[in-house]
């Protein structure tokens, strides 16, 4: 798993100083449910691709669960220099299996503040998400409303 991440990570190095990428975004978040259940996941972001991706654990209950959070920008600009902001829509997964399986499925409203520490290079980001989950293991639930704040960071290629 190391080795692996450790490769991916040369491997954009290597594709963003041959010219070949551009805005490519690699980093991580510390990211809880409710701010009950904490995790980390790693983050990217792909060049012309209008997508922010997510993947990651949250230790929730006993439950270890995996999640993926796919996120659209609609809106994205600037307060004052380095702070930016973003507001976007995206989808949320996530699923358990280690005493239990579970699982959840819903949409998410990501509201964020960046604060760019080296140029473009650096973002340091604070996010909520306010999240709609109706579709869990235990059925179908309309009114499955949660929170998704995160901490964390992205290096940009």
């Known amino acids: ?3 692996s991440l450790i490769l991916v990570v040369a491997g954009l190095l290597a594709l963003s100083t041959a010219g ?4 490519i975004a690699i980093g991580a978040e510390a990211a809880s449910r409710n701010f009950n259940d ?3 996941r790693f983050v990217f972001h792909l060049p012309k691709v209008p997508l922010y991706f997510g993947l990651g654990v949250i ?3 006993g ?3 995996v999640d993926f959070t796919m996120d659209y920008w609609f809106l994205h600009g600037r307060l004052v220099r ?3 902001y973003y507001i976007g829509i ?3 997964a996530a699923i358990a299996t280690s005493s239990q399986f579970s699982f959840a499925l819903g949409a998410r409203l990501p509201i964020g503040l960046q604060i760019w520490a080296l140029g473009n290079v650096l973002e340091i980001f604070l996010e909520i998400a306010p999240a709609w989950i109706p579709i869990d293991s235990s059925g179908i639930d309309a009114l499955n409303f949660e929170a998704q704040p995160a901490l964390g960071f992205r290096i940009w290629f």
Request: positive net charge.
């Open 38 to 40: 904490w995790g980390g």
């Open 59 to 61: 230790l929730q209950q």
């Open 82 to 84: 380095p702070l930016d």
């Open 63 to 65: 439950n270890t669960a």
């Open 1 to 3: 798993m190391k080795k």
């Open 90 to 92: 995206g989808g949320y």
């Open 20 to 23: 070949f990428a551009k805005d």
